[in-house]
């Protein structure tokens, strides 16, 4: 492991999943107990609102919001529900009007609450297992200049801490070979 010549430590912690796991939680506060500087990289803004880190803490986010970071996931999102919703919408704002529409009102109603379940049983079933699996490889691009605005060369660790952390972690480990490069929640050797 590589020791940094400054005198605080400093550690490089990438947590992409949505939510920052109690396990994760309970380690950036130990490093910070010890007086480590955590550098944090969290996927959203929403990921940090219930966490309260002192001074030694600088967060990050990837993206303000996911859903908008990334281009396929904000593709299906309009494809699959929205426009639908839209059409829908509009048909059904030109069929309530008048009682000689009534039963077209009904159908488009019938129609669009199939839609809706076939919708999401697209999303459940076929793409987000699909999304889940290359969600690591497309994180990568998105979030390495929010990665590397941290100096990582003078870290002294780099910690993945989720799956999704993972290949991220290991392109900047080889970037850097020189700082230890790690998925363990290990306290050592600030905290014995």
């Given amino acids: 492991m590589s020791e940094s010549s400054t005198a605080t430590p400093r550690v490089v912690v990438i947590a992409l999943s949505y939510k920052l796991s109690g396990r994760v939680r309970n380690y950036i506060e ?4 010890a007086g480590v500087r955590v550098d944090l990289l969290v996927l959203e803004n929403k990921t ?23 281009p396929l996931r904000w593709v299906e999102r309009k494809l699959v529900f929205d426009v639908p919703s839209q059409l829908f919408g509009k048909a059904r704002s030109l069929t309530r009007k008048g009682k000689r529409l009534a039963l077209l009102d009904r159908t488009a109603l019938a129609v669009r609450r199939r839609q809706t379940k076939v919708s999401k049983k697209f999303h ?12 690591p490889l497309l994180l990568i691009s998105a979030s390495r200049k929010q990665a590397l605005a941290f100096d990582i060369g003078n870290a002294d660790r780099i910690v993945a801490a989720d799956p ?19 998925k363990a929640l290990d306290r050592k050797p600030w905290i014995n």
């Fill in 164 to 182: 999704a952390a993972l290949p991220l972690a290991w392109r900047i480990a080889k970037r850097y070979p020189h700082v230890y490069a790690t």
């Fill in 48 to 70: 940090l609102e219930d966490a309260e880190f002192g001074p030694l803490v600088n967060a990050r986010p990837v993206f303000e919001r996911e859903m908008y970071g990334l």
């Fill in 124 to 135: 459940e079933k076929l793409f987000w297992p699909m999304f889940k699996q290359a969600r």
């Fill in 30 to 33: 130990d490093l910070i107990g």
